[in-house]
């Protein structure tokens, strides 16, 4: 699609240290636009989205600011991308005003019609705006993010700045942490203790993700996970995970399960990463694949491919976090596995009729398919008889024992002896 020419209205040098504020404006559905009416049109209607705001909507907002004894700001208008316009004001506002003017652009775009005249039509459009405020080194950066934060939870509107989001301080702190742990090697996995209901003994462990800072401090996964996922690392950082798991079964001879999510069951690093290692240390029969988030899973043909390579090696496969959002038996007929977890939210509040229903209707099921059922957050002794009056094969959660280094667990157990 050809550009609309970027439009300026009174512009000025920027002063890298002011505080300014940005509006991002995105058309929606502006490939559907052009799919449908053609390219020309297409381009029609950016063009009158750009005449409208020049015409009428900075007028306008020139007036309220005026209003607000807020003189002598200047105004940038631009088409920044394709379908993305921005609307900079050289002046710091209040919630109050920012939300006016939000009000002003959204109620004359949305209202307006736009011509497509080789069809001789009026069509409306619908618009998502992210607004910022900040120096200008960061003002795109957290309008983007406000526009993306707008679109990912359908609202028509979001606001961003260095007060509502994790500081860059604190993002470039986390980055040399993840890249200290994949060249040193210092992820550290955790083990969370399994246990049989009906005979009261260990049964296997949950191998969970902790990384440590320079001072040995560590970090739980609600403090690196997400970002570890947004920086591009977390497929480096699962590869240092695995294979000093895979080097803990190896040596001590335990069971073990690894988390894993679709993306790592169809990235091609991970899968083979995996394999090899299973070829070379030989401790299939002593690992378990968990599936993350399974009702995210888009593929299942794929899935089911890798969950057959790891048969080949005798490893067993659980889906995890069964039942969030209530069941879906779907995943559960449509992957091949051994175990399903219950997610948390269930386990919690079994203690409710509704809820202990739907777990004990999820039990029923498997048994019949012959895949065991582990409950995870079992927090009380309380929620512990719960999960044994339904019958349901093993426990897990900070009441049966917390997660603890491999040292911590090896001592105890010779403790016991």
């Given at each position: 699609m050809q550009l609309v020419t970027p439009i300026t209205i009174k512009e000025k040098d920027q002063d890298?240290?002011?505080?300014?504020?940005?509006?991002?404006?995105?058309?929606?559905?502006?490939?559907?636009?052009?799919?449908?009416?053609?390219?020309?049109?297409?381009?029609?209607?950016?063009?009158?989205?750009?005449?409208?705001?020049?015409?009428?909507?900075?007028?306008?907002?020139?007036?309220?600011?005026?209003?607000?004894?807020?003189?002598?700001?200047?105004?940038?208008?631009?088409?920044?991308?394709?379908?993305?316009?921005?609307?900079?004001?050289?002046?710091?506002?209040?919630?109050?005003?920012?939300?006016?003017?939000?009000?002003?652009?959204?109620?004359?775009?949305?209202?307006?019609?736009?011509?497509?005249?080789?069809?001789?039509?009026?069509?409306?459009?619908?618009?998502?705006?992210?607004?910022?405020?900040g120096r200008n080194s960061d003002l795109m950066i957290y309008a983007e993010k406000a526009l993306y934060n707008a679109k990912e939870n359908y609202e028509p509107y979001s606001y961003c700045d260095d007060t509502l989001s994790e500081s860059s301080l604190l993002n470039k702190s986390l980055l040399e942490i993840m890249r200290y742990n994949i060249d040193e090697k210092k992820v550290q996995p955790f083990f969370q203790e399994i246990v049989d209901n009906k005979k009261g003994s260990s049964h296997k462990y949950e191998a969970l993700m902790r990384l440590m800072d320079k001072q040995n401090n560590i970090l739980s996964p609600n403090a690196f996970m997400d970002k570890a996922k947004k920086f591009r690392l977390y497929p480096q950082l699962m590869e240092v995970m695995i294979e000093k798991v895979f080097d803990i079964i190896a040596e001590h001879k335990i069971y073990a399960s690894i988390n894993l999510d679709y993306h790592d069951f169809i990235n091609p690093n991970i899968k083979s990463f995996i394999l090899n290692s299973l070829q070379s240390k030989k401790i299939g029969k002593y690992l378990t694949v968990e599936i993350l988030e399974s009702e995210k899973i888009h593929d299942f043909d794929k899935v089911n491919e890798f969950i057959a390579e790891l048969r080949e090696y005798n490893v067993l496969v659980a889906i995890d976090d069964f039942g969030s959002g209530f069941a879906n038996y779907e995943h559960i007929l449509q992957l091949d596995v051994d175990y399903i977890k219950l997610d948390g939210s269930l386990v919690k509040r079994i203690n409710e009729q509704i809820y202990y229903d739907l777990i004990k209707s999820i039990v029923s099921f498997c048994r019949k398919q012959n895949i065991k059922v582990i409950a995870e957050f079992v927090s009380s002794l309380a929620i512990l008889r719960y999960v044994k009056s339904l019958k349901i094969d093993y426990s897990q959660g900070y009441y049966i024992a917390k997660p603890k280094p491999i040292q911590k667990i090896i001592s105890d157990k010779k403790g016991k002896k």
């Amino acid at each position: 699609m050809q550009l609309v020419t970027p439009i300026t209205i009174k512009e000025k040098d920027q002063d890298p240290d002011a505080v300014n504020t940005l509006f991002l404006i995105d058309i929606m559905h502006m490939r559907e636009i052009n799919e449908v009416y053609g390219y020309k049109n297409g381009n029609g209607v950016l063009h009158q989205f750009s005449s409208l705001f020049i015409t009428k909507i900075i007028p306008k907002v020139e007036k309220l600011l005026k209003k607000f004894k807020i003189e002598n700001s200047d105004i940038v208008f631009k088409n920044q991308y394709v379908d993305i316009f921005s609307l900079k004001l050289f002046c710091e506002l209040d919630e109050r005003i920012i939300l006016k003017l939000k009000n002003i652009i959204f109620e004359m775009l949305v209202n307006k019609q736009f011509d497509i005249l080789e069809h001789n039509l009026k069509i409306n459009i619908d618009v998502t705006i992210g607004c910022s405020q900040g120096r200008n080194s960061d003002l795109m950066i957290y309008a983007e993010k406000a526009l993306y934060n707008a679109k990912e939870n359908y609202e028509p509107y979001s606001y961003c700045d260095d007060t509502l989001s994790e500081s860059s301080l604190l993002n470039k702190s986390l980055l040399e942490i993840m890249r200290y742990n994949i060249d040193e090697k210092k992820v550290q996995p955790f083990f969370q203790e399994i246990v049989d209901n009906k005979k009261g003994s260990s049964h296997k462990y949950e191998a969970l993700m902790r990384l440590m800072d320079k001072q040995n401090n560590i970090l739980s996964p609600n403090a690196f996970m997400d970002k570890a996922k947004k920086f591009r690392l977390y497929p480096q950082l699962m590869e240092v995970m695995i294979e000093k798991v895979f080097d803990i079964i190896a040596e001590h001879k335990i069971y073990a399960s690894i988390n894993l999510d679709y993306h790592d069951f169809i990235n091609p690093n991970i899968k083979s990463f995996i394999l090899n290692s299973l070829q070379s240390k030989k401790i299939g029969k002593y690992l378990t694949v968990e599936i993350l988030e399974s009702e995210k899973i888009h593929d299942f043909d794929k899935v089911n491919e890798f969950i057959a390579e790891l048969r080949e090696y005798n490893v067993l496969v659980a889906i995890d976090d069964f039942g969030s959002g209530f069941a879906n038996y779907e995943h559960i007929l449509q992957l091949d596995v051994d175990y399903i977890k219950l997610d948390g939210s269930l386990v919690k509040r079994i203690n409710e009729q509704i809820y202990y229903d739907l777990i004990k209707s999820i039990v029923s099921f498997c048994r019949k398919q012959n895949i065991k059922v582990i409950a995870e957050f079992v927090s009380s002794l309380a929620i512990l008889r719960y999960v044994k009056s339904l019958k349901i094969d093993y426990s897990q959660g900070y009441y049966i024992a917390k997660p603890k280094p491999i040292q911590k667990i090896i001592s105890d157990k010779k403790g016991k002896k």
